[in-house]
């Protein structure tokens, strides 16, 4: 022991008492200092606070027993609460921060990654009941990709989200049955295919030791600790003399409240919300025998916030090579998605790599320059930033892990301009492509060859651009920026920015950064690509997924809306058109999204835990829904309210510029969508737009093997006129076009723009006829 350390005992004023080894008049060394509630610190003290190995005691019961540094429980060590739940691993200022494992009171166990005291990373957690989940984490919820494994044998492998299943994934059932399709906030949403197991026999004994145990596992909640864990945490008062009462005691009160985050997660209480296993895709009824015994036999099926719409019954031997590759692709997905970019194209993980430096050089390097309006030399060609990006970095760049390349930004002052017009902060559009989250690659929509990414917040698009495109778009720019300024309303393709990447010894890539019209809460069920043609508009059976973006002769339904949202729409496609006119642009398209609400009167049939679906084919009568499948009583699946600003959702997206629209059935006021148990938007033009979609009768086609539940629905409409970059004026490319608009190819001149927009525009008033 140094000469200056002494061992005294020392009694507050208050009741504590300390003692150990002291360095002046701060503890220092080995002591153990006692509260007045009776809590204790035995172990290491540096300076007057708890440093380095020891123990502490509370009142309560609970002990933790490992690292310390300046008064807080940090490094590695254990904790065991007053319920009897026990945590060993990393800590970082009295939280689980990093490696660790979690046994709560009630046997439930979770080894895996921590971060400030919540479950975040990588993790799994098994139930006392054997239930268990391998997966990501965040913010103490599953959240990612993940497994999770009932007792009694079904599994689901896919995406979460705040503790439900959300986007993709494949549910196996115990018998052999399994459902690829998508999930949102726990429900069926969207397309799907269900195989059925391949013994009908084996099938029905699963299915009624399902029923017997289902009650049981909708049942399991977890108690939490939180409560119980309430007396970790002691109240530790002021008693040291006024010299060291500032830094010994002010720690051990940290030390004392930091503790009480520990009770805020100390048992699965928020899972159990989808802790269920889906018997929602599997039938046991007598009358099914003949399909269930049948394992060539899948469902094509399409939900709605968990109500089966459609059903299409397909022979799986009678589907091509390329139908089955695409059943196959999904679980595929699910493996092994976050790897493609890197694994599978280098040269593109390079030019996303490329892109990001790029647009942090440029939105740093423009974002400090004064705000002004913008000049003609703006649009010209001497408006350019370039820069060279060494992969060693060098005085103006940082050092990366891509190769070397040249980077050139286009008009950076329009685009600025552009981008506050249209309500982007510069830190949120440079986080939102160059933050940690990335860019993913998409695949192309259509034939153009394009690459296409995402950003990780999905509110950004990027396209690369043929050489040709890139001239049409800058020949264009200030009639667009002109356009923009003027109708903020506007339904083309908003820009965000124009760049392009040479990589040293290679090619050139011009990249376009949009507004993603499908960046919503929503869940978009699906994509059309509408033209007005028919030659060639359709998309083959076989080729159909989730994502895929329809074509015209594709459409079965008529979308009827709010007299004056109609109007709103069709005056605004005008003003497009005509801009679209004055540039002699052709070949664009209007991208509608559709999302389906659910009919309310029959939300009572979301899944129920105790009874098995059966096929929508062998249903009679459903909810007020006919054998036929007509509605006995309209849906009401949304409403329409008077706007309150203070009201509405305020997700992030490219919607934040445009008015709010006015509609004739609240009395010509501006309105909201209220969407019964999810949310409450703004309408606005292309956004959220509420309608009713009729389904049309074919009368030349019948599937007995398709079912379409209903022939009404309520949709909200995401709309926007895309592909305005297209060659134009260019014969060999127009040919093509004009043949199947059955325009004469040898007549093309100024006037075929005209003609386009006047047919566009037709075809979509028959697509969105006046109400009757």
Request: glycine share 10%; net charge positive.
């Amino acid at each position: 022991m140094e000469a200056s350390e002494r061992t005294l005992e020392k009694v507050f004023p208050c009741g504590d008492v300390y003692a150990g080894n002291f360095k002046g008049l701060l503890p220092h060394g080995k002591g153990k200092y006692t509260w007045s509630d009776g809590t204790t610190y035995e172990g290491d003290w540096e300076e007057g606070k708890m440093n380095g190995k020891g123990r502490i005691s509370w009142a309560s019961g609970a002990t933790y027993e490992g690292d310390f540094s300046g008064n807080y429980l940090h490094g590695f060590g254990t904790f065991t609460g007053s319920d009897g739940s026990l945590y060993t691993g990393g800590w970082r200022m009295n939280s689980q921060h990093g490696i660790g494992r979690k046994q709560y009171q009630n046997s439930d166990v979770y080894d895996g990654c921590w971060k400030e005291g919540k479950r975040e990373g990588s993790g799994r957690y098994a139930w006392s009941n054997s239930n268990m989940y391998i997966g990501s984490w965040k913010n103490g919820k599953m959240s990612g990709r993940g497994v999770m494994k009932w007792l009694n044998g079904d599994l689901f492998d896919g995406f979460w989200s705040n503790g439900r299943r959300h986007g993709t994934g494949c549910y196996r059932f115990a018998d052999g049955g399994y459902y690829f399709g998508t999930w949102t906030k726990g429900l069926k949403d969207g397309q799907g295919t269900f195989y059925p197991a391949g013994n009908k026999h084996s099938a029905r004994r699963k299915s009624s030791a399902d029923k017997n145990g289902e009650k049981k596992k909708r049942l399991l909640v977890h108690s939490s600790s939180v409560n119980s864990e309430n007396s970790v945490r002691p109240h530790v008062r002021r008693s040291h003399s006024e010299k060291i009462s500032n830094t010994l005691l002010r720690g051990s009160s940290q030390t004392s409240h930091r503790t009480s985050s520990l009770r805020e997660d100390s048992a699965l209480d928020d899972i159990s919300v989808d802790m269920s296993f889906d018997a929602s895709s599997r039938y046991s009824d007598d009358d099914q025998s003949g399909l269930q015994g049948d394992s060539s036999v899948a469902f094509e099926r399409e939900y709605m916030q968990g109500v089966l719409i459609k059903e299409r019954v397909r022979s799986i031997s009678g589907l091509s090579l390329k139908s089955k590759k695409r059943y196959k692709f999904h679980a595929k997905e699910v493996k092994s998605k976050s790897c493609v970019d890197i694994f599978e194209g280098h040269r593109r993980y390079y030019l996303m790599l490329n892109l990001q430096l790029g647009i942090r050089y440029t939105v740093g390097k423009i974002t400090p320059v004064p705000a002004r309006e913008v000049r003609s030399s703006d649009f010209g060609e001497r408006a350019r930033i370039r820069m060279y990006f060494p992969r060693k970095g060098s005085q103006f760049t940082p050092p990366h892990y891509s190769i070397d390349f040249y980077w050139k930004d286009y008009c950076p002052m329009v685009f600025r301009n552009l981008r506050e017009m249209f309500k982007l902060n510069a830190a949120e559009y440079m986080m939102s492509i160059c933050g940690d989250d990335g860019l993913r690659e998409l695949s192309s929509p259509g034939k153009s060859g394009s690459i296409f990414f995402l950003s990780g917040d999905d509110r950004f698009v990027i396209k690369t651009l043929k050489r040709s495109e890139l001239k049409v778009f800058l020949r264009m720019l200030p009639r667009y920026y002109r356009h923009v300024s003027q109708h903020e309303n506007t339904l083309i393709t908003k820009f965000f920015g124009l760049h392009r990447i040479k990589l040293k010894h290679g090619k050139k890539v011009r990249f376009v950064v949009m507004g993603n019209m499908f960046c919503t809460e929503l869940r978009i069920h699906r994509r059309y690509d509408l033209k007005g043609s028919s030659h060639g508009r359709f998309t083959k059976k076989d080729k159909i997924d989730e994502g895929t973006t329809l074509k015209d002769l594709d459409l079965t339904y008529e979308f009827h809306m709010d007299k004056l949202l109609r109007e709103s729409l069709f005056k605004q496609l005008s003003l497009d058109c005509e801009f679209l006119e004055s540039q002699q642009i052709i070949d664009y398209s209007l991208l509608l999204g559709l999302h389906f609400r659910a009919p309310e009167h029959l939300k009572a049939l979301l899944e129920p835990p105790d009874s098995l679906h059966k096929p929508a084919s062998a249903q009679a009568t459903l909810g007020g829904m006919t054998s036929q499948g007509e509605l006995s009583i309209p849906p009401r699946g949304l409403l329409l309210v008077t706007h309150e600003p203070s009201s509405v959702s305020t997700e992030p997206g490219p919607h934040i510029r445009g008015s709010t629209l006015r509609a004739m059935s609240v009395g010509d006021k501006e309105v909201d969508l209220l969407l019964p148990g999810t949310a409450r938007l703004r309408v606005q033009l292309g956004v959220n737009m509420p309608a009713q979609a009729n389904l049309k009768v074919l009368q030349d086609k019948t599937d007995l093997a398709e079912v379409e539940l209903f022939e009404v629905y309520d949709v909200v409409l995401y709309l926007g006129i895309i592909d305005i970059l297209q060659e134009y004026n260019v014969r060999k490319k127009l040919e093509h076009t004009c043949k199947s608009l059955q325009f004469d190819p040898m007549s093309i001149s100024v006037v075929e723009p005209k003609l386009y927009s006047r047919r566009f525009i037709n075809f979509l008033e028959k697509v969105f006829p006046v109400a009757p």
